[in-house]
């Protein structure tokens, strides 16, 4: 039932969002009175770009700390190796090991960026990776989300229906689908049944399919 209350972002919305996002994050960068506004809106700019790329719920989120981010050698097919980034996830009862796109390595970077000029020290393990100005995990980003989205001309759905920070999980999952990525390994990734998505996203089709319908 949560999943129909909260709509998604088409990648057009999306990208609009982070183009919007970035905007506001330079405005505020060259006001010289708005350092602290700054360094919010640039919070919550890596809060949803790590959102949109990993699918990850809000609590999940603010749970994170920074002994939860790891990397794992891999090898492309061509054979060049890279270091993909795995994230432990504390989810709904048990944790589970969740694999990010490569993009969150560098809103991570970011944030560990603002919170060394918010503590004058790097994060360790066991500090949040979303925190406040004092370097405390902080409670939410759901008003300064709700500014962002209405700056956008996001904040309601065609339906009517009101967008959050569970916008972000719903684009994932679609954006996976239409990857092609299959139900169940996808299931396993954002922490819910293939059950769950076949029955909410089974409207959704992979680009491949469309590509034999046409």
Not at 7 to 20: I, S
Not at 55 to 75: A, C, F, Q
Not at 148 to 166: E, Y
Not at 180 to 188: A, I, M, N
């Amino acid at each position: 039932q949560q999943i129909k209350e909260h709509p998604g972002f088409t990648l057009k919305q999306f990208l609009h969002l982070e183009a919007m996002s970035r905007a506001r994050v330079e405005a505020a960068d060259l006001a010289n009175d708005q350092k602290m506004l700054f360094r919010k809106r640039l919070k919550l700019h890596c809060y949803c770009m790590v959102a949109g790329f990993t699918g990850m719920r809000s609590t999940e989120l603010k749970r994170l700390v920074w002994g939860d981010i790891g990397t794992r050698p891999m090898e492309l097919d061509g054979g060049a190796a890279y270091e993909a980034i795995v994230i432990q996830v504390r989810g709904k009862g048990k944790e589970r090991e969740l694999a990010a796109m490569p993009e969150t390595l560098t809103f991570f970077n970011l944030l560990k960026s603002l919170f060394y000029v918010a503590t004058g020290e790097m994060p360790k393990d066991d500090d949040p990776v979303f925190f406040t100005h004092e370097g405390k995990r902080i409670r939410s980003f759901k008003g300064g989300l709700a500014k962002l989205l209405v700056a956008a001309d996001l904040r309601v759905a065609r339906n009517g229906k009101i967008r959050d920070s569970f916008s972000f999980r719903h684009f994932y999952i679609t954006q996976q689908i239409r990857e092609g990525v299959g139900h169940h390994l996808l299931g396993r990734n954002v922490g819910t049944s293939s059950k769950m998505i076949d029955a909410y996203y089974s409207k959704i089709r992979p680009t491949d399919e469309i590509a034999q319908l046409i």
